[in-house]
């Protein structure tokens, strides 16, 4: 007998909600039927995970503005694998983002001063809010996978001085490999490996209103191939290195690199904000055996609620894993009422948190952007592998995975504008036929 757990979200105040099948609406027999056909024996990537970015913001809110219940039941929600979510990646900003109380990077020097031994190098930052959490994140899920990415070098390393636009001078590129090492280095003897880095977040935007650094493809391969990956072997270390960090409209840049730092690159991380999925399949078709990762989409008030936004997470979920994403990373954990906290001088943040922390009544909230990685996450668990999952109507967006324990973990999501009735067809195990609302997204589990 197929055993089954369904969860469902219909609109803002059904989100995620548990079901059986006999709860679904059964299906209008009058009208075609969209079948989605799983194949088990077409395999794709092995899954890493979904999750967020503890932000210094992050961080802070959950840390210090929660009192120890609400803590407790947060990380419970976000990470543990029966009780939550279990979210499983965490994408660690090196030093300050644009979500930060401050701007500070693991080796600040006064003006014109330099530090090539790292003498100053610390993470002592770090050890107030973020390390705490990490740490309690890997005693409710050991699955989880911690990357790191840079939003600048130190200042003194670079043209503009300061942690704000500018470029990684040459000189420096030895010390800023070491800089790398240090932290790896540092982050595990908390007992928090460093699974994979990127050189750069978003090497092609320079801002001035946050940390930022350009770093153009050619000096982004010559400082993977001459220094980074050089270090890692020179101090045994097997963190990933994974190339460009940002959109998807610019496959031209993990190509260039690519073509010249080939093994010393292990994948391509991605970004939402322009172009579309399939150039994380056309990178792959060009290196067949680099891994793809998705390391950064936020929600935020561009998109309005529900439809839009929710839909946005569903859609777009589905399109990065079938484009053979091994993560699904969204941006900040937390953020409060405002959006924030920012760097000083950001201006107005319109981004969204997985939950909202509000710093003046302590209240938490649970977003649209929990639910729509819990309809990711809750099945789809750590080293399942993609199935094929094909069906004769685009508007049923589908993705399935089979888990260690033999499970089939299938998400749907209704991009029509009206109901639609669908079966889905696993060989060997009953059909399951319902009718799902527009907009909606299904989540199954098959044992």
Known sequence: MTKLKIYQSTGENELFVEQTLEQLTPIASDETVTTVNLDENQTFQEMDGFGASFTDSSAYLINQVLDNEQKKEVMSKLFHSQDGIGLSVLRNPMGASDYARSIYSYDDMPAQETDTELTRFSIAHDEADIIPLLQQALELNPEIKLMASPWSA??????????????????????????????????????????????????????????????????????????????FVKHNINTKILCYDHNWDRPDYPLTVLNYAKD???????????????????????FADKEVHFTEGSGGEWIPPFEQAFSNVMRTGIDILRNHSKSFVLWNMALDKKNGPTVPGFGKSTCRGVVTVNQETKELTYTLDYYALAHFSKFIRPKSVRIDASTNQEVIRSVAFKNTDHSIAVVLFNDSEKDENVTVSLQGKEDLSFRLASKSALSILIK
Do not use: C
Not at 172 to 195: C, M, N, S, W
Not at 203 to 215: G, I, Q, T
């Open 154 to 231: 130190p200042g003194w390393m670079k043209t503009s001085g300061s942690m704000i636009a500018g470029e990684l001078k040459q000189e420096y590129y030895q010390a800023y490999a070491d800089y790398f090492v240090r932290y790896i280095q540092a982050f595990e003897k908390h007992g928090l490996p460093t699974y994979a880095v990127t050189p750069q977040n978003e090497p092609l935007f320079e801002p001035k209103h946050y940390p930022s650094m350009l770093m153009l493809p050619e000096a982004q391969r010559d400082f993977i191939k001459n220094y980074l990956k050089p270090s």
């Open 264 to 286: 010393e690159v292990d994948g391509v991380a991605w970004h939402w904000y322009g172009g579309n999925a399939s150039a994380q399949s056309e990178v792959l078709k060009a």
